[in-house]
């Protein structure tokens, strides 16, 4: 198979441990990973702000990116997510509407593709850490990514699972909407970082580096010691560790 990654800005420009640890952790089923240069901003903040003359001529940038592959992988689901908007963008324009489609369905976020398309539920990880699990609006709520991470943590060893509370409530974040709306934005996080105590644990473990992003900088501000990290990131680091 033909799999590109799709770097996403933020773990591009931020977190390109992300990216190294999807890619390593496939190489281990064999899977190859290219890279398109070519590859741009998802489009979602101009989307999501009105301007879609804009959301537009980046998502003809993806689209043609990755024309060419099997499957696209993310680490993202809020980008993954907004490939799915694609096809809305392009409704007068009959040839980019069909391929905006078809990019849409070839597309899946991390765990998605581990899981769904590999098979893979056990990466053979050992992580003797407690852990809890933000699941982030666009991944569990518009991609459906509920079971996929759940599986593939409770086959690391070591592992201890608490549960997040109100763990469905949003960050905070949502892109624009963290700058347009700070104050309401602060609010949102300072809860969702109180309920990350309340679990006494080590580690926050998410699959989007904007929402995780996000909590960091709270858990920092409170100087608190839980470390933040993609799922992908912690399979790999508990591979390497096994």
């Known amino acids: 198979m033909k799999v590109s990654l799709f ?6 420009a931020i ?26 901003c998802c489009g979602q903040p101009a989307f ?8 537009r001529a980046t998502a003809h940038t993806i689209i043609e990116a990755f024309e060419d592959c099997d499957f ?13 908007h694609y096809p809305k963008l392009f409704e007068e324009d009959a040839v980019m509407h069909e391929k905006a489609i078809a990019l849409q369905a070839k597309s ?20 003797p850490h407690k852990v809890t699990y933000h699941p982030s609006c666009h991944g569990s709520r518009l991609l459906g990514v509920k079971d996929e991470p759940m599986a593939l943590m409770s086959n690391v060893k070591g592992l201890e699972f608490v549960p997040l ?9 949502g892109g624009t909407f963290a700058v347009k709306m700070s104050e309401i934005s602060g609010a ?17 473990v998410g699959l989007d580096m904007a929402c995780l992003m996000n909590i960091a900088g709270n858990l920092r501000y409170r100087n608190e010691p839980v470390r933040v990290m993609h799922l992908a990131e912690l399979l790999y680091e508990g591979v390497k560790h096994a």
């Not at 509370?165 to 974040?173: E, N, R, S, V, Y």
């Not at 949102?188 to 105590?197: F, L, P, Q, R, Y």
């Open 15 to 40: 977190y390109p441990r992300v990216g190294e640890a999807m890619v390593r952790l496939l190489a281990k089923y064999g899977v190859k990973v290219e890279f398109p240069k070519v590859q741009t």
């Open 165 to 173: 509370p109100f763990a469905d409530d949003c960050c905070g974040f």
């Open 7 to 12: 770097i996403t800005c933020l773990s591009d």
């Open 108 to 127: 899946y976020e991390f765990t998605q593709f581990l899981v769904q398309v590999l098979g893979v539920t056990d990466v053979g990880a050992t992580f």
């Open 48 to 55: 999501n702000s009105g301007y879609w003359k804009e959301a």
């Open 72 to 84: 696209v992988l993310s680490p993202s689901g809020s980008c993954t997510g907004m490939i799915h």
């Open 188 to 204: 949102m996080v300072t809860e969702k970082v109180d309920h990350v105590k309340e679990t006494e644990a080590e580690v926050l």
